[in-house]
């Protein structure tokens, strides 16, 4: 059997039962330059054209080289999460979660935006000496599967009026790619998006509709520490909808260790005037959420948070 009968037949075996995330073979097309401190890295393959996107916040893994050097080859058949189990650390491929920024299923391309910060982890030591033609896998969502693969939360309420945006550069691509879907939307909210990001130079050019306002907070130029742009734009530049009389009936939020989890919930109301969609650093992200329901009395089943990462802490 030839080369490209082999691929057909296996593309068509994955087909017949497919899960709603599966493993993927890819290798990096392109690198380009978005800001200093952020870079895009654009991916091709075969096995791209297999894939979809349902969000704009689409969550994906990829896998890194081992420390060894070698290049991740986890089975596509079976369980790849036991077999990643299986093998020694040296030959582990190391796991890093990230935002599916673009998807062109037909020219078998994505996109996915690197924070760019040093060789302080494999991802990062990656980004800073891939080349064309470098091998990666990833698991992304299979465009056969017949259910909700899940992996997203950016989901709106019905009849929303007012979003309110904030994340640091990890949660950029994310925000992006959500300003861009309201900026298509024929009846958009109104938008208040706020982006923490290290350095001037990392404010980028944005597509968004008329509706919407984006407020850049350069760590930088405002003399901040990371989470504290974040922080400010919740407490002090937001508008935010009136403080609930009856504060005194909130339920008592449970502290999170976050040496050990992340804070992660998502919105639950199905209508609504005011959505929140946050992400990025975990205590800044607690901050913000105590903020808004202790403080604010927002209703949790307004807010979809998300801590994307810790500080000091290398998470998969």
Known sequence: MSVAATLVHALRKR????????????????????????????????????????????????????????????PKSGDWQAARRALSAEKTPPMRTYTLRNLRPDAHELDIDFVLHGETGPASRWAMHCQPGDRL?????????RGDPGGYEWQPPDGVRHVLLIGDETALPA????LEQLADHPD?????????VPEEADCLPLLCGLNAKVHWLPRASL??????????AARELASLPPIRAALHIATPEEALDLNTQ?????????????YAWIAGESAAVMAIRQFLINEQGLARQQLTLMGYWKQGRSLE
């Open 223 to 232: 003399g901040k520490r990371h989470g504290e742009g974040m922080i400010l």
């Open 262 to 274: 992340r804070p992660w919930e998502r919105a639950s109301a199905k209508q609504g005037d005011f």
């Open 137 to 145: 896998q990833i698991v992304a969502p299979h465009a056969a599967y």
């Open 175 to 178: 925000m992006a790619g959500i």
């Open 188 to 196: 958009a909210p109104h938008v208040q998006a706020f982006i923490e």
């Open 15 to 74: 087909l017949s039962k497919p899960g709603g995330y599966e493993l993927f073979d890819i290798r990096l097309k392109q690198r380009i330059a978005l800001s200093p401190s952020l870079m895009r890295f654009v991916f091709t393959g075969d096995e791209v054209g297999l894939m979809q996107i349902l969000a704009p916040d689409q969550r994906v893994k990829l896998f890194f080289p081992s420390t060894d050097g070698t290049s991740p080859c986890l």
